[in-house]
Nanobody, 122 residues
Framework: VQLQASGGGLVQAGGSLRLSCAAS????????MGWFRQAPGKEREFVAG????????YLADSVKGRFTISRDNAKNTVYLQMNSLKPEDTAVYYCAVRAGKIFVSVATYDYWGQGTLVTVSS
């Protein structure tokens, strides 16, 4: 499975960005897709996850009410809509895939994209 993340960039605090992650290489039936981020000097952390059907989502407390995760299975793509961005959201954002249920642990995800940098200026 190959994952290609895109959509990062530089934005002012309070602004919005939408990240995309396109998957290819195999049919991702029953796969959870998730977003993680890693700020400089910090460990990679879970941001959001979505079930295969899209009916179940889970967001980290730090982004609830500001970020939304969605997916288009016809396009094998997951999106992360990020609103009301804060400087502390600055990080490299990674998409990842795992079979089964949504988990927040980095170690439980099987495939990873290359990351896209989001920089939020104050």
């Amino acid at each position: 499975v190959q994952l290609q993340a895109s959509g990062g960039g530089l934005v002012q605090a309070g602004g919005s960005l939408r990240l995309s992650c396109a998957a290819s290489g195999r049919t991702l039936s029953n796969y959870v897709m998730g977003w993680f981020r890693q700020a400089p000097g910090k460990e990679r952390e879970f941001v959001a996850g979505i079930s295969w059907s899209g009916g179940s989502t889970y967001l980290a407390d730090s982004v609830k009410g500001r970020f939304t995760i969605s997916r288009d299975n016809a396009k094998n793509t997951v999106y992360l809509q990020m609103n009301s961005l804060k400087p502390e959201d600055t990080a490299v954002y990674y998409c990842a895939v795992r079979a089964g249920k949504i988990f927040v642990s980095v170690a439980t995800y099987d495939y990873w994209g290359q990351g896209t940098l989001v920089t939020v200026s104050s």
